[in-house]
């Protein structure tokens, strides 16, 4: 029998996220993206997942990824859009448009923050949203793709 390739998972991240660890730890911990790499890279080892981790600053960049992570028939994307979360129409769109599972992540729970992060057009369009627990959210959101 052949070896399998496991099933990849796009890990998607937007603007500012390439300063965790550095940028508001009371709100976003002291982990880095780095650290949240080596976590997610051993438990998707556990289930059979490979990580296809991404960063930038630009939306351009996460709409193209999430056309290509339909196009490399990805098992999900975990998306945490940062503060694309509660502006952009052009990602909301291009979510609807891919059939492969978007998961919302975010650090924070941004319900108990300022009232313009209560409105997330990400959330809107997505499978489904995990906030609020830190790094831990995006091993919670890697669960539920291995399970969807």
């Known amino acids: 029998m052949a070896d399998t390739v496991p099933a990849t998972v796009f890990v998607l991240n937007g603007p500012n996220l390439n300063l965790l660890g550095l940028r508001e730890p009371e709100i976003y911990g002291h982990d ?4 949240i790499a080596g976590m997610l890279e051993d438990r998707a080892r556990e289930l059979d997942l490979e990580i296809d ?3 930038s600053n630009h939306e351009g960049h996460l709409i193209d990824w999430l056309h290509e992570a ?3 028939q990805a098992r999900a994307v975990l998306l945490n859009a940062g503060g694309f ?13 891919v059939k492969t599972p978007v998961i919302e ?11 313009f992060r209560h409105t997330s ?13 830190g790094a831990l959210s995006y091993l ?3 669960e539920a793709a291995a399970r969807i």
């Open 85 to 97: 979360t509660h502006t952009s129409v052009a990602l909301h769109d291009a979510i609807k448009s």
């Open 53 to 55: 981790l991404r960063q």
């Open 105 to 115: 992540v975010h650090l924070s729970n941004p319900h108990r923050r300022e009232s």
């Open 140 to 142: 919670l959101a890697l």
């Open 121 to 133: 057009l990400i959330g809107q369009a997505a499978k489904g949203t995990i906030a609020g627990f």
């Open 32 to 35: 880095t993206l780095d650290d």
């Open 70 to 72: 339909q196009a490399q």
